[in-house]
C-alpha cells in the first residue's frame, strides 16, 4: 500500500499591502500539489526594517520558500539578506512581467504601494455594483431591473448568488432570478432593455445532490418535491425551454466552478458589447 506523505511544507507570503495578489498567486500554483500539505504564513502591511526583522524570526522558526511583493527597494533588498543566510529562495512573482515590459516597451512602472486598492473611480463602480446586486439578490426587484448590467436566470442551487457576487467584485451590476416550476418569471423581464440575462442550469443529480446537502444542513426532510427526480428534471428541462424561446444565453454550471460561470458570463457580456 502507498504510504501517505504526511510532511508539512511551509510557504511565506510577504507584502507591504494586503497580501491579496501573492494569496491569489499562491492558491493558483498550490492547487497543482493536491496531495502536499503546504502551510502559508502571510505576513502582509510589512512596510519598515522592524517588521522584516519579525518576519525573518517567523520564517527562521518555520523555514520555507518566501514570495513577496515588497516595492520598497531597501525593504526587499534586506528581506532577501535575511533569505539568503537560511539559504531560503526569495521570489517576486511580480518581477518577471515588470522586466519584460521594461524589455518590450522600454518603459519604467512607478511603485505603488496597494495601488490595486487605491479609491479611484473602479474602486467605486465595484462598490456601486455590489449595493446594487445586494438589494437585488434572489427575486428581489426594487422597479430599477434596467439598471443592472446582467441578469442570471436559474432554477434553485444553480450557484446564482454567488456568481452575482463574484461579478459584482468585478464591477458588474447582477441581479438573479429563480425559476422556479409553475411560477411566472417577473414580467419586467420581458421590458428590459439594457442587461444582459443569462440562464444558468445543471443536470438533475448535481442539482439533486446541492439540494439534498443544503436540506441536510437545515436539519430538514428530503422526501419533499425539492429533491424528488422526475420534478426536478421536469424543472430543468422547463427553464432550458424558456430560456431557449427567450432567446437568453445559456450555461450549464455542472462542472463549473463560481469563477468559471462568472468568466463565461463576462465573455458573452464583452461580446455584446462589441456587437
Not at 491579496?20 to 502591511?45: C, G, P, R, W
Not at 441578469?151 to 444553480?158: C, D, E, F, K, N
Not at 443544503?214 to 426532510?221: D, F, G, Q, T
Request: proline share 4%; with cysteine.
Amino acid at each position: 500500500m502507498p504510504v501517505e506523505n504526511t510532511i508539512s511544507y511551509n510557504i511565506h507570503l510577504v507584502s507591504d499591502s494586503t497580501g491579496e495578489t501573492l494569496s491569489t498567486i499562491a492558491k493558483a500554483v498550490l492547487v497543482q500539489y493536491k496531495n502536499l500539505d503546504f502551510q502559508q504564513h502571510m505576513h502582509s502591511l510589512v512596510r519598515n526594517k522592524r517588521q522584516i526583522e519579525s518576519v525573518y524570526e517567523e520564517i527562521k522558526e518555520r523555514p520555507g520558500v518566501v514570495l513577496c511583493t515588497l516595492y520598497d527597494f531597501e525593504l526587499k533588498k534586506t528581506l532577501q539578506t535575511l533569505c539568503d543566510e537560511l539559504s531560503i529562495p526569495l521570489i517576486d512573482p511580480l518581477d518577471s512581467i515588470h522586466q519584460s515590459l521594461t524589455s518590450v516597451y522600454g518603459i519604467k512602472g512607478s511603485p505603488i504601494i496597494g495601488g490595486q486598492h487605491q479609491l479611484n473611480t473602479e474602486y467605486f463602480e465595484r462598490i456601486d455594483a455590489m449595493n446594487y446586486t445586494l438589494a437585488h439578490d434572489d427575486g428581489v426587484i426594487s422597479g430599477d431591473l434596467n439598471a443592472a448590467d446582467v441578469i442570471l436566470v436559474g432554477v434553485s442551487r444553480t450557484s446564482k448568488t454567488p456568481t452575482s457576487i463574484y461579478l459584482a467584485n468585478r464591477g458588474i451590476k447582477t441581479a438573479n432570478i429563480p425559476f422556479v416550476n409553475n411560477i411566472p418569471l417577473p414580467h419586467e423581464l420581458t421590458v428590459v432593455k439594457h442587461p444582459l440575462i443569462v440562464g444558468l442550469v445543471a443536470t438533475p443529480e448535481r442539482i439533486i445532490q446541492i439540494r439534498k446537502n443544503r436540506l441536510m444542513a437545515l436539519n430538514a426532510k428530503d422526501d419533499s418535491s425539492y429533491v424528488d427526480k422526475r420534478l426536478v428534471s421536469e424543472e430543468i428541462v422547463k427553464a432550458k425551454k424558456l430560456f431557449e424561446s427567450s432567446n437568453w444565453p445559456v450555461i450549464d454550471v455542472t462542472r463549473k466552478s463560481i469563477e468559471e460561470t462568472a468568466a463565461e458570463v463576462m465573455l458573452l457580456l464583452r461580446a455584446r458589447i462589441s456587437e
